[in-house]
T-cell receptor
Framework: LAKTTQPISMDSYEGQEVNITCSHNNIATNDYITWYQQFPSQGPRFIIQGYKTKVTNEVASLFIPADRKSSTLSLPRVSLSDTAVYYCLVAFNQAGTALIFGKGTTLSVSS | AAGVIQSPRHLIKEKRETATLKCYPIPRHDTVYWYQQGPGQDPQFLISFYEKMQSDKGSIPDRFSAQQFSDYHSELNMSSLELGDSALYFC???????????FGSGTRLTVV
C-alpha cells in the first residue's frame, strides 16, 4: 500500500479556502486517492475520491497532477464546523481491500 | 438512508472479561471492515470480510476474532480484555467493487 504524508495540522479562518496536500510517491497504477473527514468520537466520513486530474463535488475539490505522486484537497470557504481531522488514503479499488489510515491533518478553523 | 449500525454504543468491561461488538452493514453491502481507534490515535485496521469470508487482516490481536454471518452482519469477539483495548471500535461497510466506505458511529469500549 502506498504510504501517504500530510501536514500534521493546519489553521484557517472562516470563509477562507483551505488546501491540504498529501504526498504519495509510490502510488501504484491501479490505486485511487480518497479523502475522509473525522470529527471527535465519530466515524470517518467520505469526502471525495479521484484517480487523476480534478474531481469536484458539493463539498470539496480534489486536484491530482499527472504524475499522481501527490494530491490536494481543496475546501472552499471553510466554516467552524469544518474543524476536523482529514485523512488522505491511497489504495487499490478492489472488493474487500482495506483502507489503511495514516496520520491525518488536524484542521482548526477560527472565527 | 440506512447507515451502518453498531451496537452497543458504549460498553464497560473489566480486565480479563470478554466483549462482543456487533455491526450491521448498509443493506446489500457485502463487505465489512473493523477498525480500532485509541485516544488521540488514527484508526487502525483490524480485519475485513467480503461475502462472509475473511478478505484482509490487519493488526488484530490473537485475542480477538471476528466473523461475518449469512445476513452480512459481523461480530467482533474480544477475549482476555486488557486496559489497552479501551478504544473506539468502528465498523464500515461497502458494496463489493469500489470503496464507498460508510462508517458506523462506533462502539466505545472501556476496560477497567
Amino acid at each position: 500500500l502506498a504510504k501517504t504524508t500530510q501536514p500534521i495540522s493546519m489553521d484557517s479562518y472562516e470563509g477562507q479556502e483551505v488546501n491540504i496536500t498529501c504526498s504519495h510517491n509510490n502510488i501504484a497504477t491501479n490505486d485511487y486517492i480518497t479523502w475522509y473527514q473525522q470529527f471527535p468520537s465519530q466515524g470517518p466520513r467520505f469526502i471525495i475520491q479521484g484517480y487523476k486530474t480534478k474531481v469536484t463535488n458539493e463539498v470539496a475539490s480534489l486536484f491530482i497532477p499527472a504524475d499522481r505522486k501527490s494530491s490536494t484537497l481543496s475546501l472552499p470557504r471553510v466554516s467552524l464546523s469544518d474543524t476536523a481531522v482529514y485523512y488522505c488514503l491511497v489504495a487499490f479499488n478492489q472488493a474487500g481491500t482495506a483502507l489503511i489510515f495514516g496520520k491525518g491533518t488536524t484542521l482548526s478553523v477560527s472565527s | 438512508a440506512a447507515g451502518v449500525i453498531q451496537s452497543p454504543r458504549h460498553l464497560i468491561k473489566e480486565k480479563r472479561e470478554t466483549a462482543t461488538l456487533k455491526c450491521y452493514p448498509i443493506p446489500r453491502h457485502d463487505t465489512v471492515y473493523w477498525y480500532q481507534q485509541g485516544p488521540g490515535q488514527d484508526p487502525q485496521f483490524l480485519i475485513s470480510f467480503y461475502e462472509k469470508m475473511q478478505s484482509d487482516k490487519g493488526s488484530i490481536p490473537d485475542r480477538f476474532s471476528a466473523q461475518q454471518f449469512s445476513d452480512y452482519h459481523s461480530e467482533l469477539n474480544m477475549s482476555s480484555l486488557e486496559l489497552g483495548d479501551s478504544a473506539l471500535y468502528f465498523c464500515a461497510s461497502s458494496l463489493g467493487q469500489g470503496f464507498g466506505y460508510t462508517f458506523g458511529s462506533g462502539t466505545r469500549l472501556t476496560v477497567v
